[in-house]
């Protein structure tokens, strides 16, 4: 079956533009997480999504991240006003309630700022 | 807080070598525990978890046991291959809140001939 897929898998930008990552989590799966991967370190989360329940945003490192999902399908990451400390891969992981000890993960989006 | 310190790579071993990974972690309670890895070109995937003390997670020939006296979570390869290279992640899932992961940095494993 499909896995986790991510859009785009690489972009680059100018800093001070905006930029939207899109992530489409497994099917069914209510568990939607976005981690971001800067070079040389571990995954930081950034936000969490499950079900209707309000997201915890407690990783969003300004404000100038945020991020929606739509009922339990499709997520977006929007970044605005990028600055070059915001390049890295975004990750997006996805899991189901009965198993939330196991994430499956997209391939990423590279995202470098200029 | 909760954080997960592992082993700086890179590592290098010949095949059929012994390979361990160290990782030790701080948390709160009683998280579960995770080795997570990223062959190259590929996206990440769980390799094994260990949700209890005294737990052991083993696939693919790797084992790591659930440490609380310790509070680490070794991984450990008798006999390794090529096809094991690749980057090891160490990560923590605490209970409660948001079902987040927290990572360690990453160890990177070549395997030569």
């Known amino acids: 079956g499909a896995g986790v897929s991510q859009s785009p898998s690489n972009k680059v930008t100018e800093k001070g533009k905006d930029v939207e990552l899109r992530c489409d989590p497994i099917s069914g799966h209510t568990a939607l997480y976005w981690y971001r991967q800067r070079l040389g370190q571990g995954l930081e989360f950034l936000i969490y999504?499950?079900?209707?329940?309000?997201?915890?945003k407690s990783g969003l490192p300004s404000d100038r991240f945020s991020a929606e999902r739509t009922g339990e399908s499709v997520s977006t990451l929007t970044i605005q006003r990028t600055q070059q400390e915001d390049s890295a891969v975004y990750l997006c992981a996805s899991s189901s309630t009965s198993s939330y000890n196991e994430q499956f993960f997209g391939p990423g989006t590279r995202l470098t700022v200029l | 807080g909760n954080s997960v310190t592992q082993m700086e790579g890179p590592v290098t071993l010949s095949e059929e070598a012994f390979l361990t990974i160290n990782c030790t972690y701080t948390?709160?309670?009683?998280?579960?525990l995770f080795w997570y890895v990223q062959y190259p070109g590929e996206g990440l995937q769980l390799l094994l978890k260990?949700?209890?003390?005294?737990d052991k997670g083993s696939n693919k020939g790797f084992e790591a046991t659930y440490r609380k006296e310790t509070t680490s979570f070794h991984l450990e390869k008798g006999s390794v291959q090529v096809s094991d290279s690749a980057v090891y992640f160490c990560a923590l899932r605490k209970l409660g809140g948001a079902n987040n992961l927290f990572f360690g940095t990453g160890t990177r494993l070549t395997v030569i001939p």
């Open positions: 260990a949700t209890k003390a005294d």
């Open positions: 999504f499950q079900g209707n329940s309000a997201p915890d």
């Open positions: 948390a709160t309670g009683y998280p579960s």
